[in-house]
């Protein structure tokens, strides 16, 4: 008997029976399986294909509700619209597969605990028929790695892991008829295609490597399974080790926290299952992982949306739930964990919130947020059935306090029994899922969010980009740029109640800028400072609020230009209606600035050096209606930005009205560059006076924070400490260099032939995709370098001609030419930059009559538009010709310049690019690289000489 999971099917049939505790469970997964008797199994005949628009709302932009029995019609609860459509139908596709698999071990699990023949025969009857119909899903047109029935092997990956543990269910049973098929047509081949990309650190690995793991037991690949329990790159060990951080959380925040650790559970389940547990200590690290998206629950019962996260998901859903029973399971009772998890489980347990079908709507651990809803242990999946407490542990009352996670950045420090919520971001970036928001202000007042973070959106949209830049964030960004990736560390943190603080530090955030960020937090107010320090004058842009008023006597708003650096992700792109606040003589308004918010909170902001206010219409989170963001400008080489924050208003006496919790507020920005406080006013960057009469004065000081309090002519002191010491930091990488010849130059005219060892794939190898080729020459004249590209890549496809815009991709949010025959060209100047970046770039394909569409990938260039280039087509494939005008190029055309080509090859019988050819090497996957390359690769061209008059 091969179980995949350590539960004994005889004792948990015992503890399912009717009138246990976890009956109902049972009872309510065999109800929703009924249809399915009788009913035509929903498995598309088709693969799923996923477009910019597929499945959501084309108004609000929400997930449209999956309905297995509804292909073709498609519900948006928000306004109650049915849409249809071949993009719905196609993302409809992907929950189908999903939702049937499912069931299958919906089914293998009822039958292994309760013995019903009609269970084991719908378990048999989808595991043989998705195994039939493997081979007839193409293996083509993914987003993210190879997949038949999918776009993305890690959906692949949730289908597969599925279908093992309803088979090994079904033959711990007793029931062997489909398991020959099953093996030989659906697990082995799609457990070798997952294999075939692994993902390094990603939240997708955890779930292959479960599926690997689950596969190759079925199989008795004793080879396979022990790679697996090896603890080897990509393996559950090794990703408990390297990617799961030490605090329990995963590095890319709670959002994919929460799918990563289901993906984990498994595995570790399965390694307990066969005798090779993983060590006490990433055990221990593992079940910390249960309470750890808990620690920064916001205040209405939802999870933040930090890094890429869904905007407002309530923490009443099933899912979570379970989490918390399988995480109680886990822990029997010896974790530190159990008492928070008891408590919390008891919350979502109380009755409150609207019935739902979520969970007979699932498609397996592919999750989909769904609305508040009302919980109990009926509500749960399989997982439950098999691996809850047979009983429910007692809960005692939730309690949410200030919390601090060092390595994954949440620093909390809650108020008023946790009704006000004050977060400060720092930690790890978050790799590609994290957003450039290092120093972060987060500020919410129970249902009222004054400094939001709005999560992302669609992948497959544009306004992605929004999402994903500092602007959209209440964090600092340098001359129109969001942030470089990059690490805030811990300075401070000292919390006692009525007075705490936090402090980041954030070295990179643009070359030559570090920044320091506090923020003190008292009953009634907080305050807020900000230090930055340039190698020359910079422009500071710090967002401070959203949807406020600013008062000030005669304030007027004026149309306004914005700096900005023109990136994708810089997010100036986005903004409409861009304003500046002018006092009434017309001259920038002076600060300090006061703004009003909904629910009587207030804000006073000033800051140091030449400063300006603006606002300007903004996409506001995914599904709510656009806002009005205020952002403070800061010139100067350095300087700072103090704030002080009130959320309350405080009953008078009698209780008939309310009055403001703070009187007055003095801002002082320039004494935050001091380190010193006290009652003269030296380094005092606030003074706040609340309706008591108190005055406190705020001001760093060398131990920490001093606030100096003045009550009714007594005086006393907070001292805030909590200094952290800083850490050694890690030896500088060496900077990568292009590979030998390129590191010494390479001397013109050049000619390369790319093939094999320059391909970088998606579904096929070099061999399967039918060897395709390109020779590249590079040629240097007194006026131009010439390069001339012959692409032996088959057919090419001509859509368009030269002066037409180039067409909208219903795919994604990248640019529709990057799935078209063409080239990709990038070019920079040998001086050292860091982190080093292409000064100029094109993406060039061809259009009718030998002319060719050229966009510029670099903001701000003026090469692209300059490079002459014509096209023809030729047996093979396609010869282009490009001049590119030597004294624009970098560095005016002397000396030398790094230079990379990449060809395009996309069949006529694909919609998305199959593979690329690229100059300076390839090797590894294409998927999700769109038009972008990495800066530091190419080849180091050494351009001739040129006579005096023609360099002139």
């Not at 593992?286 to 205040?299: M, Y």
């Not at 600013?550 to 903004?575: C, I, K, M, P, Y």
């Not at 309706?691 to 007594?714: K, Q, R, S, Y």
């Amino acid at each position: 008997m091969t179980l995949l999971l350590p539960f004994d099917p005889v004792v948990r049939a015992r503890e399912t029976a009717p009138g246990t505790s976890l009956a109902p469970l049972a009872d309510a997964l065999a109800h929703e399986l009924a249809p399915l008797h009788t009913r035509p199994l929903p498995i598309p005949d088709q693969k799923a294909r996923l477009t910019r628009g597929g499945g959501r709302c084309p108004v609000h932009g929400t997930l449209l509700r999956f309905d297995p029995w509804s292909p073709h019609a498609h519900h948006c609860d928000r306004c109650a619209v049915d849409y249809v459509g071949q993009h719905h139908h196609d993302w409809w596709v992907m929950g189908a597969q999903l939702w049937t698999v499912e069931r299958a071990v919906h089914a293998a699990a009822l039958y292994a605990l309760r013995g019903d023949a009609a269970h084991a025969q719908l378990a048999e009857r989808i595991l043989s028929e998705l195994a039939l119909r493997y081979e007839r899903w193409p293996d083509r047109d993914n987003v993210l790695g190879p997949s038949r029935p999918f776009f993305s092997t890690y959906l692949e990956s949730i289908w597969l892991l599925n279908a093992a543990h309803a088979l090994a269910l079904l033959e711990a049973s007793g029931r062997h008829d489909v398991g020959a098929v099953v093996r030989d047509r659906l697990l082995a081949p799609s457990a070798a295609r997952i294999a075939s990309y692994p993902e390094g650190r990603s939240n997708r690995q955890a779930w292959n490597a479960a599926a690997q793991l689950a596969a190759a037991v079925l199989l008795d690949d004793r080879r396979a399974v022990e790679a697996q329990c090896g603890g080897g790159e990509g393996t559950t060990t090794w990703l408990l080790t390297h990617a799961l951080l030490d605090d329990g959380s995963w590095y890319e925040g709670e959002n994919y926290h929460q799918f990563a650790h289901r993906g984990l559970w498994y595995g570790v389940q399965m390694l307990r299952a066969l005798g090779r547990p993983v060590s006490a200590a990433l055990d221990a690290r593992f079940q910390a992982g249960f309470g750890t998206p808990f620690v920064g629950l916001l205040p209405d019962d939802t999870i933040p949306a930090r890094r890429d996260a869904p905007y407002a998901v309530s923490v009443r859903q099933w899912r979570i739930a379970e989490w918390c029973e399988l995480g109680l399971a886990h822990g029997a009772g010896r974790s530190p964990t159990d008492r928070p998890l008891a408590a919390l489980l008891a919350r979502l347990y109380d009755g409150t919130g609207a019935h739902s079908d979520a969970r007979a709507r699932s498609t397996a651990d592919a999750e989909r947020p769904e609305r508040a809803q009302w919980l109990a242990r009926s509500e749960l999946s399989w997982r439950a059935l098999l691996m809850a407490n047979a009983e429910p542990v007692a809960g005692g009352a939730w309690s949410a306090g200030s919390a601090l996670l060092p390595r994954q950045g949440l620093a909390v420090l809650r108020r008023d029994g946790g009704r006000v919520y004050v977060a400060l971001e720092g930690g790890v970036s978050g790799g590609g899922h994290g957003h450039p928001d290092r120093l972060g202000f987060t500020l919410q007042c129970g249902p009222q969010r004054l400094l939001d973070d709005p999560g992302a959106g669609s992948y497959t949209e544009r306004t992605l980009h929004w999402y994903r830049s500092t602007l959209a964030h209440h964090a600092p960004l340098i001359d129109g740029a969001s942030q470089q990736p990059t690490d805030a560390t811990l300075r401070a943190w000292d919390e006692r109640g009525g007075a705490g603080w936090v402090q980041w530090s954030a070295d990179g955030l643009a070359s030559g800028v570090s920044a320091d960020r506090a923020v003190v937090v008292m009953d009634s107010y907080c305050v807020d400072q900000l230090t930055w320090h340039a190698d020359r004058e910079r422009t500071l842009t710090l967002p401070l609020a959203v949807d406020v008023d600013l008062h000030h006597a005669g304030v007027q708003w004026r149309s306004a230009t914005v700096r900005s650096a023109g990136g994708l992700e810089d997010g100036f792109d986005f903004l409409a209606h861009i304003e500046e606040a002018c006092d009434a003589h017309g001259l920038p308004l002076a600060p300090p600035f006061v703004l009003h918010a909904a629910g009587g909170a207030r804000a006073w902001y000033a800051a140091t050096g030449q400063v300006r206010l603006c606002r300007a219409t903004t996409p506001g989170p995914t599904g709510q209606p656009p806002q009005l963001r205020v952002w403070l400008e800061s010139t100067a080489a350095g300087g700072a930005v103090v704030g002080v924050w009130t959320w309350r208003e405080e009953p008078t006496e009698d209780a008939s009205t309310s009055r403001d919790a703070v009187v007055s507020v003095t801002l002082d920005a320039a004494a935050a560059r001091t380190e010193s406080g006290g009652v003269d006013g030296a380094g005092v960057v606030a003074r706040v006076v609340t309706h008591d009469g108190t005055t406190a004065a705020h001001g760093p000081a060398e131990h920490g924070w001093h606030i100096e309090l003045l009550a009714g002519g007594a005086r006393s002191s907070i001292d805030l400490e909590g200094r952290v010491a800083p850490d050694t930091p890690p030896p500088p990488e060496p900077t990568r260099r292009p590979a030998s010849p390129a590191a010494n130059g390479v001397h013109l005219p050049l000619r390369r032939t790319l093939g094999a060892a320059h391909y970088v794939r998606t579904e096929q190898t070099w061999e399967e995709a039918g060897c395709p080729q390109a020779t590249i020459d590079i040629a240097c004249t007194e006026q131009d370098l010439v390069v001339t590209v012959e692409a032996r890549t088959g057919p090419v496809v001509v859509d368009g001609a030269a002066s037409d815009a180039m067409p909208d991709n219903p795919l994604d949010n990248e640019r529709a030419d990057v799935n078209a025959d063409g080239l990709q060209w990038y070019c920079a100047s040998m001086a050292d930059a860091s982190p080093p970046a292409w000064a100029a770039a094109g993406l060039i394909v061809p259009v009718r009559d030998g002319a060719v569409r050229a966009t510029p990938l670099v903001p701000g260039q003026t090469l692209t538009p300059r490079v002459s280039a014509a096209w023809l087509p030729d047996a093979a494939g396609w010869r282009m010709t490009l001049h590119f005008p030597r004294r624009d190029l970098p560095g005016g055309g002397i000396g030398a310049v790094r230079f990379d080509c990449i060809v395009n090859e996309r069949p006529p019988e694909r919609e998305r690019r199959r593979g690329q050819l690229v100059l300076s090497g390839g090797g590894g996957f294409g998927y999700l690289r769109g038009d972008r390359h990495d800066a530091s690769r190419g080849l180091t061209l050494t351009l001739p000489e040129q006579r005096p008059e023609t360099s002139r």
